[in-house]
């Protein structure tokens, strides 16, 4: 993707480095709240009498819940906050024009597909999928019919963004995307 390039790698940019470390510190903590429920939950039940430990049975069980979900999220976020790190640092900010398909076209496993296209080449479209909770991938559909910033590579995957680089989204390829599959056209003279 040759489009309209940032000087430097995307990490350069104060925005995007700030970005970053908000969401490496909102993972962290959600990470951290999930091992001091889930240890507070393993704690109680150690030293309940067995009396006791039969209540945890019913609503006592919401903390391991609770726990084991912050968890789960934390450590994804974590990882998925190494992955733009590495990417961001290595990439430069590049425009690319945006819109959003229809769920039923793609993989909709995170969200409606993304779907990305060269601004400057030959005009290449990339679907992708935004890897992220609803309420963070909804900030790209005022980009819809517009521009985002993208950094990385849309084989692999990587970071996007809305312009000015204030809030990251991983993506990856859709995989099963009507796009990345071969599609049969009837022929309409029957030949």
């Known amino acids: 993707m040759g489009s309209e390039q940032r000087e430097g790698v995307a990490l350069s940019l104060h925005a995007t480095a700030r970005a970053l470390r908000v969401y490496r510190l909102r993972a962290v903590v959600t990470t951290v709240i999930g091992s001091v429920c889930t240890g507070a939950w393993f704690a109680v039940l150690s030293t309940a009498e067995d009396s006791a430990g039969e209540a945890w049975g019913g609503w006592g069980t919401v903390p391991l819940v609770v726990g084991i979900v912050a968890l789960v999220i934390g450590i994804g976020a974590l990882v998925l906050g190494r992955r733009m790190r590495r990417t961001l640092a290595r990439h430069p900010w590049v425009t690319c024009s945006c819109r959003f398909r229809d769920p039923a076209d793609g993989d909709g ?76 056209r009837a022929n309409p003279a029957g030949a």
């Open 109 to 184: 496993a995170w969200g409606p597909p993304l779907v990305i296209g060269d601004r400057a080449g030959d005009g290449t479209q990339y679907a992708l999928t935004v890897v992220s909770m609803s309420h963070r991938w909804w900030h790209l559909h005022k980009c819809d019919g517009g521009d985002v910033w993208f950094a990385g590579d849309p084989a692999h995957g990587g970071v996007v963004s809305p312009p000015g680089g204030e809030l990251l989204l991983w993506t990856r390829p859709s995989r099963l995307s009507r796009s990345s599959r071969p599609t049969r």
